[in-house]
């Protein structure tokens, strides 16, 4: 149970959580003990209930019961500024981030414009900023317009604060055009994030090529799109040895090629999308459009090899994929309908449904969602450790909730989940030590 105290609330409080299970996947540390937070990072880490002289609290949370975890980093946030605001607005999105413990997140650059010039990323940090929540990451367009066609400026963009370049659910058709890209950014260091799918094999699919898709007569994708995408980019790795971040693996065949690369030793990192770990084709057996998603959701078995994938290191990282979509363009026909599922209030209950169906502990099932994208990212950050920032989740693991229009604060509000119970729910966020987000009514 949380029990809150208050005293008066600074911009930059001191505070004490106390009695939490603290669980840092990157020191291993699982431990009851008390937080001491003051000026936006974490003063001391001591055994619950022992004191700390000299320390005047503003706020104490009483946390017994609740686990204190890193923040989570979510690799995959569609935040639709600038440009679709009619679908989601950067307050909207950020609201729900910290509602679901992510206090850190990379947005794509399929925005309106696209994020090929530095204006636009810095005008975007800085709304993020103003509304001092979590922190947001872009990443740059790799080809103005996302057009395949001419390389962006990419140090004006990393200068502007890109984190990596990314052509997002764009093809870029002209393999010429990537190696050039993969050259230059290699010369800089600079990551490149992209899809595996083939840019002309089931372009046109909307679903997993196999028997479902047959039977309900959709047109398909088929695994070879992911592999031979895949196939090509790690050919060009070897050529450039530029650093690549392969974005939502779907498939088992993908999975397989990249624990070759890494095998071989190829700087290669990879994530999944949480909802992939879950649903396969069958799923949309009723023609839901809200199980309309790129990749699209694959067969058993492809998601088994997922769920094998994380526990052997081949996949790094699990991210949300988040992408509010609006009714008039989910509410189709399955085969019309615009992809995307929102997905950052349900990061963590998923990833812990997947654990618990998996047999894997906490401190392993949060290192996906904390170190290990800060170590994509190279940031410091991921962490609890004294010295370190105070970017906080304060979660009840065992709290069950239902997934209403209501309990959510994204504007999006596609998601299949939407009706059920998970387990598992954030009940307050801190972000450089302020409490940006506190579940009310607990």
């Known amino acids: 149970m949380i029990i809150s105290v208050p005293h008066r609330q600074p911009d930059f409080p001191r505070l004490i959580i106390r ?15 008390d937080l001491f937070i003051a000026n936006g990072s974490i003063q001391a880490i001591l055994p619950a209930g022992q004191s700390q002289p000299d320390f005047t609290a503003d706020r104490v949370l009483e946390a017994r019961g609740a686990v204190v ?130 840019p002309w094999l089931g372009a046109s699919g909307v679903a997993h090529s196999g028997p479902m898709a047959g039977r309900l007569g959709l047109p398909g994708v088929p695994v070879a799109s992911e592999t031979l995408r895949l196939l090509t980019l790690f050919e060009l790795v070897r050529l450039t040895g530029v650093r690549l971040h392969v974005c939502r693996l779907s498939s088992a065949a993908g999975v397989e090629l990249v624990r070759k690369a890494k095998a071989e030793g190829l700087p290669v990192t990879a994530d999944v999308a949480v909802h992939h770990l879950h649903l396969i084709d069958i799923d949309i057996g009723d023609f839901d459009p809200s199980l309309r998603v790129d990749p699209p959701f694959r067969s058993q078995r492809d998601r088994e090899a997922l769920r094998l994938g994380l526990l052997d290191g081949t996949i790094d990282v699990i991210c949300s994929d ?32 997947w654990a618990s169906e998996a047999g894997i502990g906490l401190p392993q099932t949060l290192g996906f969602l904390t170190d290990k994208p800060a170590a994509i990212l190279a940031r410091d950050a991921g962490q609890i450790r004294v ?37 598992g729910r954030v009940m307050a966020t801190f972000v450089d030590g302020r409490c940006v987000f506190e579940r009310s009514g607990r």
């Open 19 to 33: 009695g939490a299970r603290v669980i840092d996947p990157h020191s291993g540390r699982d431990a009851h003990e």
């Open 69 to 198: 975890a890193p923040g989570l980093i979510d690799l995959s946030a569609r935040l639709r500024e600038p440009g679709f605001e009619y679908r989601a607005t950067l307050e909207s999105e950020m609201k729900a981030a910290v509602a679901g413990g992510v206090t850190r997140l990379v947005c794509p650059p399929d925005t309106d414009p696209p994020l090929d010039e530095p204006g636009l990323v810095e005008m975007l940090k800085h709304r993020a900023r103003n509304l001092a929540q979590a922190h947001v990451h872009p990443l740059g367009a790799l080809t103005v317009r996302l057009a395949g066609e001419q390389l962006t400026e990419m140090a004006e963009l990393t200068e502007a604060g890109c984190v990596g370049f990314s052509q997002a659910l764009r093809p870029l058709v002209d393999t010429q055009v990537l190696y050039r890209s993969m050259q230059y950014a290699k010369t800089f260091d600079y990551p490149i994030w992209l899809y595996a799918r083939d």
């Open 322 to 353: 988040h992408a509010p979509v609006d009714d008039d363009a989910k509410q189709l026909p399955f085969g019309e309908a615009e992809s995307g599922v929102i997905g950052l209030e349900l990061l963590l209950p998923l990833a812990l449904k």
């Open 387 to 423: 010295g370190g920032q105070a970017d906080l989740c304060l979660f009840e693991p065992s709290a069950h909730w239902v997934v209403t229009n209501d309990t959510l604060f994204s504007q999006g509000r596609n998601t299949p989940y939407l009706g059920r119970e998970l387990e």
